[in-house]
Structure formats: C-alpha cells, structure tokens
C-alpha cells in the first residue's frame, strides 16, 4: 500500500512563524552540509582544522564568531604524527571537545550509520568536518551525476536529522573552467547542486600566502574573502559581498549620474547634455550611452531610476526618471506618474 504524500498549505506557511536558517559561524558558514574545494597543497586542511579549534573552544574564524559545540574530524588522509605536529603548531592547549577520526567506512558501507552511533555518545557534537570527500566515496561507483547527488543525499539527510553541519574537503578539477570558480569543483554539478554551500580556496600561487575564498549557496549570498596564511592559520583581510563586487566594477559616472537624477527626478536630453550637467570630461558620449544600456536593470532600476531611449531626426534623447518610494506628505507614496 502506497504511503499518502505529505505537505504543507502554502497560506498557513505565509504565517506560520519559521526560525531563519542558523550559522555555525556567523556570516559565512550556515548550518547545513558544505564542501570545501582547492587545489593540492593550498592549505584547506589547515583551515578546517582551524575552524574545528575555533568552534571546540567557541571563538572566532576568519574573524567571525564562531557557535561553541563538540567536534569531529575526519583526518582520514592523516596520520596521528602529522596530526599532532599540526596541533604543536597551532595551539598550547584547546578548550572543548575535538576529536580526530582516522579510519571509517564509505558511504555504500554503512558510514552514515556509523555516524549515527557516534552521535549517539557524543550528542553535544556541531561540526563534523570529513578530510577528504573521496575517501569516504565507493571508488567502484559510477561518478555520475545521479551518484555524486546522491552521496550527499545521504549526508544532508543525516545532518537535518541530527542537527549537525557537516563540511567536506574536495578537490578540484586539473583543468581550470574560466567561466565560473564553482564549476572548477572536482565532479560533476550533481555536487555543487546538492550541497548548501561551495567553497572554493585558490591561492595565488603555490609560494604566495595569500589566496581568495570563494562562497556561495542557498543561505549565502556569493562572497569573496581575500584571506592569508600566518602563523599557521588563515586570517581574513577583506570580505566583498556580491553587492560590493558588482558596485566596484560599475564605471563611477554612474553613481553621479544617479545622485543627479535623484536630485532633479525628471531629465531629458543628450547624452552630452548629460556628461556636461556631470562635469564629466574624461567619458566619451557613446560610452555613457553604453553604460546606461547596460546598467540600466541593474544598478539603475534598483536605485529607483526609470530609463528609455529615442531616436529622432535631429537627436537621440536619454529620458530618466526616478520614482520615489517615499511619502511627500500628502499619505501617498510618490510615483513615477
């Protein structure tokens, strides 16, 4: 006999009161099942062991607070020796409970179940770190698409189960894709599509100690964070949001030309009228005319800025007009009317 399907009535979900998605680590971890990326050699383990310190002990990571709990690492590449030098290195003593784990079974053979005893002595655990992703994998099963979604199937299940975030360390692919840092993910998208959260490490090179870590997900917005390597740990330098990212490379007579429509509301002309309301002399009319174009629903529409264009005998006429979301006191709210 069939089991009946479940579900929920989308007009109790608009008030039904949800908690908001958690952070292990505030800002830039969410709970939730993530995988770790990067090269050979550029310092992921390094970093996770960091973060399994910093969440032992309920201190910071990469700069941000991190929530205190027990921990596991899967150190199954490691050695106890390499291990323990790591620590020497790292710490003098660690406030919290982390353990190392050196040897467990694949996924197809009853990791998750093992898992499950585990948590079941240890249930104060928070973060399971496992180092790396392919050693828990079944190396004679088929690395399809369906495969590597359903390897993490298993994990996310565990992990919504039992509360518990879970970051795997991956590697990356030796040809580099220059469309995206995220499709550089060893695997196929089954991967990326079923984790929360991909983080991709590249260093500069492998004598730098700098490197760039790069973030996006479900609860994440797309991050960058230039970070380097002292003292044996990763430390944050600067953190760019998406939002950030693209305002750098927006060209800055925009950000002008917005200031001018927001003061004025309405405008119509030429691009060169424009240019020389700006005192802008240094971007050529047809490159203004561009970047309008080409920004206009983006940075244009979300400042509240109308654009259309016309061509005419004599002109070709650049039209703005900025709709204010305010109150002009009158209980209505402008328009762009």
């Given at each position: 006999m069939?089991?009946?399907?479940?579900?929920?009535?989308?007009?109790?979900?608009?008030?039904?009161?949800?908690?908001?998605?958690?952070?292990?680590?505030?800002?830039?971890?969410?709970?939730?099942?993530?995988?770790?990326?990067?090269?050979?050699?550029?310092?992921?383990?390094?970093?996770?062991?960091?973060?399994?310190?910093?969440?032992?002990?309920g201190t910071e990571f990469l700069g941000y607070p991190a929530q205190q709990g027990e921990v596991a690492y899967f150190c199954l590449e490691d050695t106890l020796e390499r291990m323990q030098e790591r620590?020497?290195?790292?710490?003098?003593?660690i406030e919290g409970k982390l353990r190392l784990i050196f040897k467990a079974n694949t996924l197809t053979n009853g990791l998750c179940d093992q898992i499950?005893?585990?948590?079941?002595?240890?249930?104060?655990?928070?973060?399971?770190?496992?180092d790396t992703f392919q050693w828990i994998r079944d190396s004679s099963r088929d690395c399809s698409y369906a495969g590597d979604y359903s390897d993490i199937a298993?994990?996310?299940?565990?992990?919504?189960?039992?509360g518990v975030t879970i970051i795997l360390i991956h590697h990356v692919k030796k040809k580099e894709?220059?469309?995206?840092?995220?499709?550089?993910?060893?695997?196929?998208?089954?991967?990326?599509?079923?984790?929360?959260?991909?983080?991709?490490?590249?260093?500069?090179?492998?004598?730098?100690?700098?490197?760039?870590?790069?973030?996006r997900g479900r609860d994440l917005i797309y991050t960058e964070m230039a970070i380097r390597f002292r003292d044996f740990r990763w430390e944050l330098i600067e953190r760019k949001t998406q939002e950030q990212l693209r305002r750098e490379k927006t060209p800055p007579v925009l950000f002008q030309l917005v200031d001018h429509i927001k003061t004025v509301k309405r405008w119509e002309g030429t691009a060169t009228e424009m240019l020389a309301e700006l005192g802008e002399t240094e971007v050529a009319a047809n490159v203004f005319s561009k970047y309008v174009n080409q920004y206009r629903l983006s940075l244009l529409l979300d400042e509240g800025i109308e654009y259309s264009y016309q061509k005419t005998r004599e002109k070709r006429l650049m039209s703005f007009q900025f709709c204010d979301d305010g109150d002009d006191g009158d209980g209505e709210p402008d328009s762009c009317a």
């Open positions: 069939l089991e009946k399907l479940n579900y929920v009535d989308a007009r109790e979900l608009l008030v039904c009161p949800l908690n908001r998605p958690g952070f292990l680590v505030e800002e830039i971890i969410p709970n939730g099942v993530h995988m770790l990326c990067g090269d050979e050699k550029t310092g992921k383990s390094w970093m996770m062991l960091d973060l399994c310190i910093s969440v032992a002990e620590l020497f290195l790292m710490t003098d003593a499950h005893l585990y948590l079941e002595d240890h249930p104060l655990t928070k973060l399971i770190v496992i298993a994990l996310k299940e565990l992990s919504r189960e039992r894709d220059s469309r995206s840092v995220f499709n550089n993910a060893s695997g196929t998208k089954g991967l990326i599509g079923a984790v929360d959260t991909t983080y991709i490490l590249s260093k500069e090179s492998d004598e730098s100690d700098r490197a760039t870590l790069y973030a």
